[in-house]
């Protein structure tokens, strides 16, 4: 079992650059892949970028180049680094694990814990 727990949400212009934290409990963080989401209001929630134990990731094509996803099995935290932020980026961006640690998934259907998510808005 594992809880999640996502910071580092906020407001920021165009060009700019957020950090995502995800916080997990339990002593069988490595145990879990990882996987970043985002919604917009009225949309689907789509896929961003996931990670497996040992640090294989991948990432959505929309954000190929900017965004970041990595996990630092010690501190029991995956981040989530973006870069070259622009309006369509906002949205309330979700952490989930998946208990199948060794593979990697994009469907949201596939992960069994979410955080609540945090707010990323980005000005014009």
């Known amino acids: 079992q594992v809880q999640v727990v996502e910071s580092g949400g906020g407001l920021v212009q165009a060009g700019g650059s957020l950090r995502l934290s995800c916080a997990a409990s339990g002593r069988a963080f490595s145990r879990y892949a990882m996987g970043w989401f985002r919604q917009a209001p009225g949309k689907e929630r789509e896929f961003v970028a996931a990670?497996?134990?040992?640090?294989?990731?991948t990432h959505a094509n929309s954000v190929k180049g900017r965004f970041t996803i990595s996990r630092d099995n010690a501190k029991n935290t995956v981040y989530l680094q973006m870069n070259s932020l622009s309006p369509e980026d906002t949205a309330v961006y979700y952490c989930a694990a998946r208990n199948d640690y060794v593979t990697l998934s994009q469907s949201p259907r596939s992960y069994e814990h979410w955080g609540q998510g945090t707010q990323v808005t980005v000005s014009s």
């Open positions: 990670i497996a134990w040992n640090g294989g990731s």
